[in-house]
């Protein structure tokens, strides 16, 4: 939308965003000044070595299994040492293929694994994406096989600009009550591509809470059994109304 000329066409003065929020109560507002989400990347490794039997080349050097295990492991370690640092960062493993599910005595030639990785500064993500293909090399390396490492960020992080961030509370605390807004906390490691927005012009991301379970569960997004609570869209109408009174009076 940006590439094929949205602001040009629309200009404007700022820009506001809302989203469900399974996990915080209805009609609840969550924001934050700042980075509110993280940006996200993506990640393909190929492990490539001969290969070979189960159990005549198992002590070989060549089980890739093991070097994607190693690879794993050392990536976790450098994660958790930048967490524990207080710059967050995550990297998982969402598809890992190798070998054939029929055949339990040969050592596979390739092991593919694909991911996607989240950080909340765009150096910290370039930081990642290195030392992930730094550990991937060596630990290859270590057992005389390859690695094709491509990775890319896709999504910055999610930043509100501290005006604009006011006045969406402001318009929140009018919909529905100061006591019903959270505008501290920490942000949330998932991301959200209404960020190349807040890159060319300055605003606000919020959410709207879908609901909590008297037992503290809740259906989340991007899951079959999401179901998105009807009872919330009255007090997000109203929030929008609010945001336009807001910026009308300040303007």
């Given at each position: 939308m940006i590439e094929d000329g949205l602001l040009e066409r629309f200009p404007c003065d700022a820009i506001y965003g809302m989203h469900t929020g399974p996990g915080i109560p209805a009609t609840v507002f969550a924001t934050l000044p700042g980075v509110l989400m993280a940006g996200s990347g993506r990640f393909d490794i190929a492990f490539?070595?001969?290969?070979?039997?189960?159990?005549?080349?198992?002590?070989a050097g060549q089980d890739l299994?093991?070097?994607?295990?190693?690879f794993l492991l050392d990536l976790e370690a450098y994660t958790q040492e930048r967490r524990t640092a207080g710059r967050h960062v995550s990297a998982a493993v969402a598809s890992l293929q190798g070998g054939r599910p029929d055949v339990y005595n040969v050592l596979p030639t390739?092991?593919?694994?694909?991911?996607?990785?989240?950080?909340?500064?765009?150096a910290e993500h370039r930081l990642l994406h290195d030392k992930m293909m730094m550990i991937a090399e060596e630990v290859a390396g270590r057992s005389a096989a390859t690695a094709d490492v491509h990775a890319s960020i896709g999504v910055p992080p999610l930043l509100n600009s501290s005006r604009?961030?006011?006045?969406?509370?402001?318009?929140?605390?009018?919909?529905?009550?100061?006591?019903?807004?959270?505008?501290e906390g920490n942000p949330i490691s998932a991301s959200e591509d209404f960020a190349f927005l807040l890159e060319r012009l300055p605003g606000a991301f919020i959410f709207l809470g879908n609901g909590v379970s008297d037992d503290g569960s809740f259906r989340n997004i991007h899951t079959p059994s999401f179901d998105f609570n009807?009872?919330?869209?009255?007090?997000?109408?109203?929030?929008?109304i609010n945001i336009v009174k807001e910026e009308l009076a300040v303007r």
């Open positions: 490539r070595g001969k290969g070979g039997h189960g159990g005549l080349d198992a002590d299994a093991l070097v994607q295990a190693h390739e092991i593919c694994l694909l991911g996607s990785t989240r950080a909340f500064d765009r604009e961030t006011e006045i969406a509370v402001r318009a929140a605390r009018a919909t529905v009550g100061t006591g019903r807004v959270m505008a009807d009872a919330v869209l009255p007090f997000g109408i109203q929030y929008w």
